[in-house]
């Protein structure tokens, strides 16, 4: 098994969330699983079906979190971190087509969320910043074709 690159803020984030679903939202769902069984016949019962496919998705989330936090190697932020894109870097970007900046975090394949700028390192932009400096441009290869970047500034 290979170790999963993770920043500290994320690694904390996995840990806050397996704990949430181990206490407060196991409980839950077996108070919803409770509650349906005293309505009767569970052949069609829709609530107790639910309850128990959505108990199955929180424990195989449970087990993905505890497989991820147990082969997690946090990196964490090196001496030259405004120099350097690396793991955990905020990156701004300046699209040189449109004008337009977007500023990214640089984060681990496990953490990526690309709907909220949590770019992973593995995926095409993450891999075109990383080790990159401030005023360098980058070329992102997207579904949509070739996309330009000036990298504006790196925290």
Known sequence: MSEILITPEGYERLKRELEELKTV???????????????GDLSENFDYQDAKRQQAFLEGRIKDLETVLSRAKVVPRPDNAGEVVHLGSKVTLHD???????????????????????????SPLGEAVLGKTAGE?????TPKGEVRYRIVAIQ
């Open 137 to 141: 441009e980058v070329v992102v290869n």
């Open 96 to 122: 040189l087509e449109t004008g337009k900046e977007r500023t990214i975090s640089i984060v681990g394949s496990f953490e990526a969320d690309p709907l909220q700028d949590l770019i992973s390192i593995l």
């Open 25 to 39: 939202k196991r409980r839950e769902i077996v108070e919803r699983i409770k509650a349906a069984r005293a309505l």
